[in-house]
């Protein structure tokens, strides 16, 4: 029998096993902060400990570079095992030391009250740095603290507070330390339908997520973190001014293109695997609605542009009036020809909004404040003109077509229209509707309806969308009961990936994400403010 746990508040995991002949515990972490001395630039620390009895227990050390290149040299140094590609290398310590090589398991057997310590540290371009067990250990109990010091300023009272604390711990864990960009997913090609093609790299920072990230620690008081990623874009960005890549790689760089391994077998057989990503190629009006409304919550908060922000926001929103009329391809990115999509074009106007909102306290010429709201009223008078349905009163994924799009459930927040207004609650209950995939799940957009031809699973972060847009529609029991609902289908250990199998519950696609985290933040906050907002008498 096997249970797993994070230590309350932090990121170090504990695993325990009880066998036939004994328990054992399993404490496993990533040292937090590595800039105070001299240590490696990774270094993860485990204990394995004898709690009862007797255990008998294999270790393999086989350590492996792009998709499984093995070490170019293996040898013992200053009690270590190294192994070596060149540029980078990987070091094994052991306590008590272990006489364990690459590629073949080691046996061992510790009777209560044994333990013993590993730890594996990288270096890559640098020089390789050893770190005594003993002294390993207490650097991981140092992280824990630095974990409980960081989640005790968490200012959070609401429903779900486990959840939304380990979301937001998953949240830092995907941001790369140094450049502060977020990183959507850890992993690349974990398939969204076991077996199919739909595998897609996600070891990159999409502007998008980001400013969704961004939103979600603002509103947890979280602001050196929501400042960071608005500064990383402000950098990344600056070689593309005005236009936001959809992607960037982990140092500010756009993504690289994408390209397919077919030496690597895959996660149950699911081929291709992918190595970067074609969206970055791609043109998506609705990247600039994220982050001009990300410089907006930031002002909202108390946090004041800097020059060079606030010129990069006067850049993005003209661009918006400039391109606003083409196709582009849409938040979904599917691999179709660019269409006129809706969504896209509420974030153009979004973006528009929020920029006129931030000219009321920033510097702004007036001829370019007149042509942001001339373009704001056409774009608006464009929308509802041919993004409407009007025969059944909702809002559609596309000019022309009576699909639905999950990405529309964030119409209540964008503003276009009061939530009084007879199509907003149609669209909301027109997804909830025509987008069931069961149990509070939702597809993005009807099955079969792209160029890829499989089915996907139901995309966790639309959920959590619809718990915001309940809430803003006053329905809050119906969003706090989906909330709950949705809170409970995480990992183990309160995790989540990007979509949901819904027959069986299993989590598809890249794991952990930080979209669906970041929807869960904000989700909880939205159903915070709309009870706070119940229980005070009108004014």
Not at 99 to 116: K, M, Y
Not at 281 to 291: A, E, I
Not at 299 to 311: A, D, F, P, Q, S
Request: charged share 25%.
């Amino acid at each position: 029998r096997t249970e797993r746990r994070y230590r309350l508040g932090t990121a170090i995991l504990e695993t325990e096993w009880d066998t036939s002949t004994g328990r054992a515990r399993l404490t496993d972490g990533l040292v937090a902060d590595v800039s105070h001395e001299l240590l490696p630039q990774l270094l993860l620390v485990r204990r394995l400990e004898a709690l009862e009895g007797r255990i008998d227990a294999e270790v393999l050390f086989d350590p492996r570079r792009d998709f499984g290149q093995a070490p170019q040299r293996i040898r013992r140094q200053a009690g270590a095992v190294i192994a070596d590609w060149g540029d980078v290398a990987v070091l094994l310590r052991t306590a008590p030391n272990l006489r364990i090589l690459p590629g073949g398991a080691t046996e061992l057997q510790i009777s209560q009250g044994d333990r013993v310590t590993f730890v594996v540290s990288a270096a890559d371009r640098a020089p390789g740095v050893f770190v005594r067990p003993e002294r390993a250990w207490e650097l991981l109990q140092a992280s824990d603290r630095w974990w409980r010091d960081w989640t005790s300023q968490i200012e959070y009272g609401g429903s779900a507070a486990e959840s939304v604390t380990r979301s937001l711990i998953t949240l830092r864990l995907l941001t790369y330390a140094p450049s502060g960009a977020p990183v959507a997913a850890p992993t690349t090609s974990l398939p969204e339908v076991m077996g199919g093609d739909r595998n897609w790299d996600y070891r990159f920072s999409w502007p998008r997520d980001a400013s969704f990230g961004l939103t979600a620690f603002l509103g947890l008081e979280c602001r050196q973190e929501a400042r960071a990623f608005l500064h990383w874009l402000s950098i990344a960005s600056r070689l593309s001014r005005p236009r936001v890549n959809v992607l960037y790689d982990l140092e500010g760089r756009p993504g690289i293109a994408e390209h397919e391994r077919r030496d690597v077998p895959g996660y149950h057989g699911s081929l291709p695997v992918r190595i970067g990503n074609a969206a970055c190629d791609q043109h998506q009006l609705d990247v600039y609605g994220w982050v001009v409304g990300a410089a907006w919550d930031l002002h909202r908060g108390g946090e004041r542009l800097t020059r060079h922000l606030w010129n990069a926001v006067e850049a993005w929103s003209d661009l918006v009036c400039r391109q606003w009329h083409e196709p582009d391809a849409g938040i979904w990115e599917r691999r179709d020809p660019p269409g006129q999509h809706v969504h896209s074009k509420l974030m153009g106007w979004k973006a528009l909004d929020r920029a006129l909102g931030l000219a009321e306290t920033y510097p702004v010429r007036a001829s370019r404040r007149a042509r942001w709201r001339a373009e704001q009223a056409a774009l608006a008078e464009d929308i509802l003109a041919r993004g409407v349905d009007h025969e059944r009163g909702v809002f559609v994924g596309q000019y022309g077509s009576s699909d639905l799009d999950a990405a529309l459930l964030m119409l209540p927040e964008i503003g276009l229209l009061e939530t009084d207004d007879p199509r907003v609650p149609r669209t909301v209950d027109a997804i909830s509707s025509d987008l069931a995939a069961g149990n509070g799940l939702l597809y993005r957009y009807p099955q079969q309806r792209d160029s890829l031809g499989s089915g996907e699973g139901a995309f966790l972060a639309c959920s959590f969308w619809m718990v915001n847009a309940l809430c803003s529609l006053g329905r809050l029991d119906e969003a706090i009961e989906l909330f709950q609902s949705l809170c409970g289908r995480s990992n183990d250990v309160g995790l989540f990936s990007e979509q949901i199998d819904p027959p069986t519950g299993a989590h598809l696609g890249n794991f952990p994400q930080a979209l669906t985290h970041s929807s869960l933040v904000l989700a909880a906050l939205a159903i915070q403010r709309a009870s706070r907002a119940s229980a005070t008498p009108p004014a």
